[in-house]
């Protein structure tokens, strides 16, 4: 199951550099992933989403890959901006649930 | 256009004291609905989800229930609150991935809730 009980970790990216951020998920019915950024203090941002059928997506300054033989998703950032300093969640859904993975606190080095 | 409102956004409850968040989704119809509850620094736990009225389900045994008596309204209950149940609660809606729908969830403003 998701580890929401646990601390979030922490991904430390310098200013301009590229940011990945990795999920796992574990049920491989899951039909369609989505990306979300959470400000603190906010609710959860859509960012770019992808279905199983596909294995790439590109959106503005984001890419989502998807590796369903080993139930990995990614989100790659280019060129990493303080404003993307945030907790990142990926989620999936499976018939009508969308159950988010752990997150992770993306922190932007000057 | 469709907004989705939920409240209060904040409320300081005493230990053993009933709780009561609503959630309205306006400018569409036969939403899916989510209460989300996210601990200080965790993640997103699903709490409940409604595929219509008066259809609930419910992912993590608590002392909370959910309730939706109309279809564009979701309530979130407890008869008696735990020092546990503190945290910021988020209701949110889709419609899923049909016919060119993106299935992105649209969350409401978050209600925080302390209890004491």
């Known amino acids: 199951g998701e580890s929401v009980g646990l601390h979030l970790p922490t991904l430390s990216v310098q200013e301009g550099d590229n940011s990945i951020i990795n999920c796992a998920y574990s049920n491989s019915a899951s039909d369609y992933f989505i990306w979300y950024k959470q400000e603190s203090g906010k609710g959860p941002q859509f960012i770019i989403d992808?279905?199983?059928?596909?294995d790439k997506r590109q959106g503005q300054r984001v890419t989502v890959l998807l590796n369903k033989t080993v139930k990995h998703l990614s989100l790659q950032i280019a060129a990493t901006q303080p404003g993307d300093s945030a907790v990142y969640f990926c989620?999936?859904?499976?018939?009508?649930?969308?159950?988010f993975g752990k997150g992770t606190r993306l922190h932007i080095l000057p | 256009s469709q907004t989705i409102h939920q409240w209060p956004a904040t409320l300081v409850q005493p230990v053993g004291s009933p709780l009561s968040l609503e959630c309205t989704v306006e400018g569409t119809s036969n939403p899916n609905l989510y209460w989300y509850r996210q601990a200080a620094g965790r993640g997103l736990q699903l709490l409940f989800y409604?595929?219509?009225?008066?259809?609930i389900s419910s992912e993590v045994p608590q002392n909370l229930s959910a309730s939706r008596p109309q279809d564009r309204q979701f309530i979130l209950s407890s008869k008696k609150l735990l020092l546990s149940d503190s945290g910021f609660y988020l209701c949110a809606w889709t419609v899923l991935p049909l016919a060119g729908n993106t299935g992105e969830l649209f969350f409401g403003e978050g209600s925080r809730l302390t209890v004491l």
């Open positions: 989620a999936d859904c499976r018939d009508d649930k969308i159950i």
């Open positions: 409604s595929v219509g009225i008066g259809q």
């Open positions: 992808i279905r199983s059928n596909m």
